[in-house]
């Protein structure tokens, strides 16, 4: 997409549509065959239906500024597997991420506070999302009726998932310290949060994860302490 210097609306920043202040992203081109994208630094919202059914893409890089994404800003792009929203997000809008027939793993940030209808609605594919206790206000259908939601107890998400009749699953959020981690041996380490599924295994929960693990004992609640095998 090219836009002219003289323009006094829209701009153009390596080929994407934006506004002339390059704040907000308003048009991805679904011509281009990359399959990464590096949004700019400057953008601090990504607009209603600027990635809509983009079918190249298989991950977005996000700016550490960003605050919102609109309405069906990635609805209907089915080769992303995973969303990682930095911690400056604030407003998640109307099917941001609907119909993303693949996607397995959302991280929503830590600053959210709102999260419109239908913004994780899809056809099964996440099976399930940890919301952060800074959301405070939910719209109907936000997500499939199938994904489990993690949460902390007494929060906005808790009371919506009762409300709708959603699978919700406490946590326990405590300090993370991993240290060395070898595949197959049993470590020591901290979580950042954690929940019982069955028998022995756990799901471990964190800004920038959610793993299934399971436990050679149970974790020690008040000392944040446990042996995982992995």
Not at 187 to 201: C, H, I, L, M, R
């Amino acid at each position: 997409i090219y836009v002219k210097k003289e323009n006094l609306t829209f701009s153009s920043i390596d080929g994407v549509l934006m506004n002339k202040e390059g704040s907000e992203l308003l048009l991805y081109p679904l011509g281009r065959k990359e399959a990464e994208y590096t949004i700019p630094e400057s953008v601090e919202v990504i607009g209603s239906d600027s990635f809509y059914n983009c079918d190249v893409l298989t991950s977005v890089i996000m700016p550490k500024g960003l605050r919102e994404i609109k309405s069906h800003a990635f609805s209907n792009c089915d080769n992303f597997t995973s969303f990682h929203l930095p911690d400056s997000v604030e407003k998640i809008g109307i099917s941001a991420f609907s119909f993303c027939n693949n996607l397995k793993a959302v991280n929503m940030g830590s600053n959210v506070t709102t999260i419109k209808s239908s913004a994780f609605k899809g056809r099964g594919s996440l099976k399930s999302i940890y919301v952060p206790s800074s959301v405070t206000s939910l719209e109907g259908g936000v997500f499939g009726e199938s994904t489990i939601i993690y949460g902390e107890e007494g929060s906005a998400i808790e009371t919506y998932a009762q409300e709708n009749s959603l699978v919700f699953r406490s946590i326990v959020p405590i300090e993370m310290d991993f240290g060395q981690v070898e595949v197959g041996k049993a470590v020591e380490a901290k979580t950042t949060s954690w929940v019982p599924d069955t028998g022995n295994t756990y799901s471990l929960i964190g800004p920038q994860f959610h793993y299934q693990i399971s436990m050679a004992v149970e974790p020690d609640v008040e000392n944040g302490e446990g042996i995982l095998s992995v």
